[in-house]
């Protein structure tokens, strides 16, 4: 592939050349500021005979205020009296304009007497190192029809960056590097003015690296920021880091945001944000699940209000997921962030400036700086498309996330596995009956999955997980000899030998005090008024990392484990706040953050075959970071609950589909035969309960023909999980209509069309038009439930005249395959 083109605007963020201004109505005689229009909204800026892209449509009086983050050196534009209807029919009443620029209450270039019959004028004025300056229009001989243009404004900064004013196109307002703080007394933009910026490029394979470094051992503060700019993805991803170069102590370090800047808003600007894995509302376990995953959208235009969001307790996709877009319909700019912690976001709109003020990074750091201390800080990835809108930006960050982020092993990307899940309070007798079940039905699942439960003194069993004895003696990592005396030394052997691999849940994280590790070393633990009797490990204290990297080591080196199913059941921002020094807030997390990236880094180095669930309670740390080296199988913590609702479920599939390309849920389908239930859980890899507890031994009598049958349509269909995805139609779990989603592999030429109709949808039929094919090329189609003969037509009839999908009944699916005709057949 190419160079992407839609890279051009991020790169000019990465160079330091994102626009350096806003700009400001401050007073204007008649109407509202157009941007890249006429004052009467009617057609382009026209002065003359010539027709301009961008610039300003106001009439006189008008007072513009242009502010800038970086020193300027000129301004230029062409100025004239706007050709319109109006001004065309009353040419004759028009007075003469001034166009003038003053730099602090001064004049420093004014016009000639404009008139109407002039056309354009070209304007230049000398701006000298200033800041902010301000376009003024005088008519001192009447306003009358005093539609006045400044056409093609462009200001050029002292370090040489051009820049056009008056767009109507999203465009950066980003001050020399898109990060915020204060240092002292100083705030960012101060620092970098007083301590300079030195930028370094180069190229690398698939990507520009950039870097820049501002301030120094003269300042007793250094920044580092490091940029990647992909070539192939319209994708900017950066990592944020402050050390203190000095031998002593650092002034205080506050109000950091790994991102801090301005976006030029258009007037249908809309913000897309989507709740996290779990909320927080006045309402049971289970209705917390309701909105999981489900998009939230609102309009920017004319907002007044500041928009704030972010994590809860510490855990990051708790309430909403940390990622998010701006968009005008068009135009996409994707934000996400990578903070295993408590990230914020803040939104203000300044309509009178068109653009919306964007700060993102961790929600509170007021800190000093050891001497030669570093720490690191929320990454930030920006995601940019100048076509297709929110949907093709969905499906550019999902193609980062598969091909640059998610684990691979010896070069392959891991692909989520299709699991058997099976709890950990169970003998080894009883794991290895269900191992033999599998094998002997020749049941094709991947990995054989044991949870909770496997752990402590032989009085502490737990036969299912509603049991919480499991949860009282967590900490306690040594197996329980009464159920597994070998360890898993024999069930891993087994599951190898029926070709699964092997998992093992664990929560390192956490322990309660009545457990030997904590008697032994309560100095590894942070604890606060919050969490009670639950510890949090300090992973940001070095003595208790390596324990836990031993401990964890141990575990997959004697067991030979390929998955390691990390949980994470505590919320750690009351233990990371509560034991912070007054002078280091902020420290606690910013060093568990970083020992915890640390520890699946080194784990995944050391054990190069190993993967990592990342399950935090189902789904509750999903951030990109954290996703370099592992893969949530459990991405909510719904099927745990009595009651599991797929129509929950299909929601979930659909909304967090539009963030991640991996994931798994699970299907809570105890009884087997509903392939209703079965296919709402579909995704890039499935978790089935497949006689997980020891009171649901193999049956004979269960349907396993079904569920043989369930599976290997699922495999067929689970390559494509992962590729484009297209939400076709979506409902609330309140409302109850269809659910229509599209995956597509263009790079295979072939997809899935997935149809619901919910049990309390009174529509029989659908017309159903695909996404992202190639219009001349054929395809064949088929209906894996028989609904339609298989036929075949071309990419554009599919998606201008589409496929009419027939559901008679309530509650009921259709899964539809698709394949180019010149594809492998498979």
């Keep these: ?328 319909g068009v135009c996409n700019l994707r934000i996400a962030i990578g903070w295993s912690g408590q990230w914020s976001a803040e939104l203000v709109p300044q309509p009178s400036a068109a653009v919306v003020d964007i700060r993102a990074g961790i929600e509170e750091i007021d800190m000093v700086l050891e001497p030669g201390e570093r720490i690191e800080l929320p990454s930030v990835a920006l995601v940019w498309n100048e076509s297709g809108g929110t949907e093709r930006g969905v499906n550019l960050w999902r193609r980062f996330l598969r091909e640059k982020i998610q684990p691979r092993i010896g070069g392959k990307i891991v692909e989520v596995p299709l699991s058997s899940s099976n709890w950990g309070g169970m003998t080894e007798a009883e794991h290895l009956t269900r191992i033999a079940n599998i094998a002997a039905r020749k049941m094709p699942f991947e990995l054989h999955w044991i949870d909770a439960g496997w752990y402590g003194p032989p009085g502490s069993y737990s036969p299912d997980e509603f049991d919480s004895t499991w949860s009282s003696t967590t900490g306690d990592w040594k197996f329980n000899p009464a159920i597994l005396p070998e360890k898993l030394r024999n069930i891993s052997a087994a599951s190898h030998a029926a070709g699964m691999k092997q998992m093992l849940w664990i929560e390192p994280e956490r322990a309660v005090k009545n457990t030997r590790i904590y008697r032994e070393h309560p100095e590894y633990f942070l604890a606060s008024s919050e969490t009670g009797e639950n510890l949090l490990l300090n992973l940001g204290r070095p003595e208790a990392w390596q324990w836990c990297f031993d401990t964890l080591s141990e575990l997959i080196e004697e067991n030979a484990l390929d998955w390691l199913r990390i949980d994470f059941n505590i919320s750690p921002l009351g233990p990371w706040r509560e034991n912070d020094a007054p002078d280091r807030r902020g420290a606690n997390e910013i060093r568990y953050v970083a020992g915890l990236r640390r520890l699946w880094r080194s784990l995944r180095k050391k054990f190069p075959q190993l993967v990592i669930d990342n399950c935090a309670s189902g789904g509750r740390r999903l951030e990109f970071e954290a996703l370099r080296y592992s893969i949530p199988l459990w991405a909510s913590d719904m099927q745990c609950a009595d009651g599991f609702d797929p129509e929950w479920q299909l929601t979930h599939v659909a909304g967090l589909s539009h963030y991640l390309p991996a994931f798994s849920f699970g299907v809570q389908n105890q009884a087997g035969g509903d392939t209703y239930n079965f296919r709402a859980s579909m995704g890039p890899g499935l978790v089935v309960h497949y006689f997980m507890y020891a009171c649901r031994p193999p049956d004979p009598a269960w349907p396993h023909a079904w569920l043989k049958e369930r599976l290997a349509e699922y495999l067929r269909a689970k390559e494509c999980f992962s590729g484009d995805y297209y939400c076709l139609d979506a409902f609330h779990a309140g409302i109850g209509a269809w659910t229509l989603m599209q995956f597509d592999r263009p790079d295979l030429g072939r997809g899935i069309l997935e149809a619901f109709r919910g049990e309390r949808s009174f529509y029989r039929s659908a017309d159903v038009r695909l996404r992202g094919l190639e219009p001349a090329a054929e395809y064949c189609v088929e209906d894996a439930d028989g609904g339609f003969e298989p036929f075949t037509a071309a990419g554009k009839q599919l998606m201008e005249d589409g496929i009419t999908l027939s559901l008679p009944e309530k509650r009921s699916s259709r899964l539809v395959f698709y394949r180019r005709k010149d594809a492998d057949r498979r």
């Design 1 to 328: 592939m190419g160079k992407s083109m839609d890279i051009g605007f991020l790169r000019k963020l990465a160079e330091g050349c994102g626009t350096p201004c806003r700009c400001e109505l401050i007073e204007q005689g008649w109407g509202t500021l157009a941007r890249g229009v006429n004052l009467v909204r009617t057609g382009p800026l026209k002065v003359g005979e010539t027709e301009y892209a961008y610039g300003f449509g106001t009439h006189s009086p008008s007072r513009i205020r242009i502010a800038s983050t970086e020193p300027l050196r000129r301004f230029r534009a062409v100025v004239g009296i706007e050709r319109n209807a109006a001004t065309d029919s009353g040419r004759a009443r028009i007075a003469p304009a001034f166009f003038s620029v003053e730099i602090g209450g001064k004049c420093v270039s004014i016009s000639p007497a404009v008139r109407y019959a002039d056309g354009g004028v070209a304007f230049e004025a000398e701006l000298n190192g200033a800041a902010e300056f301000e376009l003024i229009v005088e008519s001192p001989a009447g306003i009358d029809l005093a539609n006045v243009d400044w056409c093609a404004p462009e200001v050029e900064t002292v370090s040489g960056c051009v820049m056009r004013l008056g767009t109507r196109e999203f465009g950066f307002g980003a001050g020399s590097l898109p990060v915020g703080f204060r240092f002292g007394g100083l705030d960012a933009a101060e620092f970098y003015r007083r301590y300079g910026i030195e930028r370094r490029s180069e190229e690398r394979g698939d990507h520009t690296l950039f870097s820049a470094v501002s301030g120094g051992a003269d300042s007793g503060l250094r920044l580092t920021v490091t940029m990647k700019l992909f070539h192939e993805l319209p994708v900017l991803e950066y990592r944020v880091a402050f050390e203190n170069p000095a031998a002593d102590r650092s002034r205080r370090l506050s109000g950091v945001d790994s991102l801090q800047l301005s976006v030029g808003m258009p007037e249908t600007l809309r913000l897309l944000r989507r709740h996290g894995s779990f909320q927080l509302p006045d309402c049971g376990f289970r209705e917390a699940f309701r909105d999981s995953f489900t998009p939230v959208e609102e309009s920017l235009d004319g907002a007044e209000k500041t928009i704030r969001f972010g994590a809860v307790g510490g855990r990051p996709s708790v309430d909403w997921l940390p990622c998010f877009d701006l968009t005008d």
